[in-house]
């Protein structure tokens, strides 16, 4: 089995920062592109930001200037660096990626729990 595992939310005054993780795990073959994603309470989720297994990195554009999305290979894993936080991205934000296990070595997508992030105003 493959699993997704967010962590690093909670909650943070306005201004502030925060950095996410997301590990992927158990029987992965490779892991490419990553995907953070956001829901906030009442909305649709939305695309954050996304990276490729080759370092290729973009931002949404409300978020371009102040995320900063990352991963390391070796440890399977993928980063969002949150800075100058707003009190309107409260929200739960979701790990997305596609990932080939060991025994079919098909990339298929795959969702983490999602961690919760809490911008005081």
């Known amino acids: 089995q493959v699993q997704l595992v967010e962590s690093g939310g909670g909650l943070v005054e306005t201004g502030g920062s925060l950095r996410l993780s997301c590990a992927a795990s158990g029987r992965v073959f490779s892991v490419n592109t990553m995907y953070w994603y956001r829901q906030a309470p009442g909305k649709q989720r939305e695309l954050v930001a996304s990276i490729t297994s080759g370092g290729t990195a973009n931002c949404a554009e409300p978020v371009k200037g102040r995320f900063t999305i990352s991963r390391d290979n070796a440890k399977n894993t993928a980063y969002l660096q949150m800075n100058s936080l707003k009190s309107e991205e409260t929200a739960v934000y979701y790990c997305?990626?596609?990932?080939?296990?060991?025994?079919?070595?098909?990339?298929?997508?795959?969702w983490g729990q999602g961690t919760q992030v809490t911008v005081s105003s």
């Open positions: 997305n990626a596609l990932i080939a296990d060991i025994q079919f070595r098909v990339n298929r997508n795959y």
